[in-house]
């Protein structure tokens, strides 16, 4: 089957996390900023993906930092401005998924110098800085009560229903990855909430102290059996079994080899195009 | 063949209606298990359900959000499957205020639903407040909940067009298009083809029809009839 156009979403991982030097000589660090375009784009699996294929459109519209909240945002009016002038069967989506975590809230506390706009919580990280005193108690607050299991599985869950379903409906063919954090079958659940905290991911504590093992009693968490079920058989259907992660690292086992500030170097997006393509094209 | 008829909801189609004879006016009890009997015949599923001579499941929570009614539908639609084909089932949801927002606080046993209209709202302690509080002061924006609101419609609509059930869809007191929430085109296209345009409180219009918060058993009655004209042609 050939495609007209390929609509690639996603985090940093489908954007890349490279900045031009001389931009950055520049004081330019924003990776979506579109001078930074010509130096980062052909660099990321997407372009790369696109020269496997004849006469084919990519478009990455992909922001580096992203939810998933972000883009279910981008995704839907992007594929319905793209229907007004291709045909559903000329247009292919792909979607690296982020972590489910990461949480979106609209503010305006930035009126005094920026315009309102969406925020990426990213609670895994424990710490985030933030641009006032009310903020961070807001943050702080969050991530004791709120950032829980149950609401960022649910969130995933819908997300992932939603768009499945959306392009199934519209006619168009398309395929999801997660980027770097496990969901599949064998591991989103409550037990991989424990495996973060007991690998020390990002920023824990580095002491497994009386209240954070109070705290990791807690941990398991409780989706609905049929939800889940309905969630396994759309990965059953549109995922590529393997996170862009694990993909670097079977390639990859010396660490300064594969990454460059926690994300994959040109030669990892190189070789993760050609697996896309291997498992979404090559066979028709 | 449709042979049920799910309804969703919050209070406008739970019902705010407690028996006299037990509750006296504690309408704090409506969800009680003595309550089930004398409230459910007197909203609008169950009426609806008669006109239209099918088994009704009427699974709407008082002071729901749009998010709890989502999970609900996700939830209920996969357990009603397993005894009913797709074609045997009519969803009918009547979408709450989209300001309404759902937190998951484990420590406080699980989903709770916070009412930024309300401007005061009792929490279960003071760092809850103060986030109550923050919440409202910075990040109470439509556009978060016009672009939520948006996502649920078209979550649930697809997810069950795609299911080959039939639905329809309804804001209860909400006044989404009067208030111009919508300035995405291809959404405001979406509410008129899936959305009955008007909404539930605008029929309520004398004093027997409601308290000025919730329908009587009269407005319910009004508001059943008047979907049944709409529903009946699609069963």
């Known amino acids: 089957m050939s495609y007209k156009v390929i609509l690639c979403e996603g985090d940093s991982w489908t954007s890349g996390d490279m900045v031009n030097p001389q931009l950055e000589e520049q004081g330019i660090t924003w990776i979506n900023d579109p001078l930074n375009d010509e130096y980062r784009l052909p660099k990321v699996w997407p372009y790369k993906l696109g020269t496997y294929l004849n006469d084919v459109k990519v478009i990455n519209n992909s922001e580096a930092g992203s939810s998933n909240d972000g883009i279910v945002r981008r995704v839907i009016p992007k594929v319905l401005e793209l229907l007004k002038e291709n045909a559903p069967e000329d247009i292919f989506v792909i979607i690296g998924w982020s972590s489910p975590e990461r949480k979106d809230f609209y503010c305006d506390y930035h009126r005094d110098y920026l315009s309102p706009r969406w925020e990426t919580l990213y609670p895994a990280e424990l710490y985030q800085e933030q641009p006032i005193e009310d903020i961070k108690k807001f943050y702080k607050i969050y991530l004791k009560y709120y950032w829980n299991i149950e609401e960022f599985a649910s969130r995933y869950l819908q997300q992932v229903l939603l768009i499945s379903n959306f392009l199934k409906n519209k006619g168009i063919n398309h395929k999801f990855f997660n980027g770097f954090y496990d969901s599949n079958g064998d591991d989103f659940d409550g037990d991989l909430y424990r495996k973060y905290y007991l690998n020390k991911r990002r920023g824990l504590p580095p002491a497994m102290t009386p209240e954070f093992k109070d705290e990791m009693e807690d941990l398991y968490g409780d989706i609905d059996d049929l939800l889940y079920e309905e969630y396994l058989g759309i990965y059953g259907e549109d995922y590529v079994k393997k996170t862009f992660k694990k993909y670097c690292d079977e390639k990859e086992k010396v660490w300064s080899k594969k990454w460059v500030n926690n994300h994959p170097n040109e030669r990892m997006h190189t070789l993760w195009a050609e697996f896309i393509y291997k498992e979404i094209f090559e066979d028709g | ?235």
């Open chain 2, 1 to 235: 063949m449709v042979k049920l008829l799910f309804c969703e909801g919050d209070s406008w189609t739970a019902g705010d209606i407690v028996d006299p004879k037990l509750f006296g006016d504690k309408v704090e009890h409506v969800l009680h298990p003595d309550n089930l009997q004398y409230r459910l015949p007197r909203v609008w599923p169950h009426k609806l359900g008669k006109l239209l001579g099918i088994d009704t499941i009427n699974n709407s929570v008082p002071g729901s959000s749009n998010d709890g009614i989502v999970r609900r539908v996700l939830k209920k639609i996969n357990r009603l499957l397993e005894d009913y084909n797709s074609d045997e089932i009519f969803v009918i949801i009547g979408w709450t205020s989209p300001e309404r927002k759902d937190f998951y606080c484990k420590k406080f046993d699980g989903w709770k639903t916070m009412y930024p209209a309300q401007l005061t709202q009792g929490q279960l302690n003071k760092e809850l407040d103060e986030f109550y509080k923050l919440y409202l002061k910075y990040f109470w924006e439509e556009e978060e909940y016009t672009q939520r609101y948006m996502e649920q419609n078209l979550l649930l609509h697809y997810y069950l067009k795609n299911k080959n059930i039939k639905h329809y869809f309804f804001d209860a007191f909400y006044e989404t298009k009067e208030k111009g929430m919508f300035h995405d085109e291809s959404f405001n296209k979406f509410i008129t083809e899936h959305h009955k345009e008007k909404i539930f409180r605008d029929m309520l219009t004398d004093k027997k029809d409601w308290d000025g918060y919730h329908p009587s058993e009269v407005g319910h009655t009004k508001w059943a009839e008047e979907l049944y004209k709409d529903i009946k042609g699609m069963l």
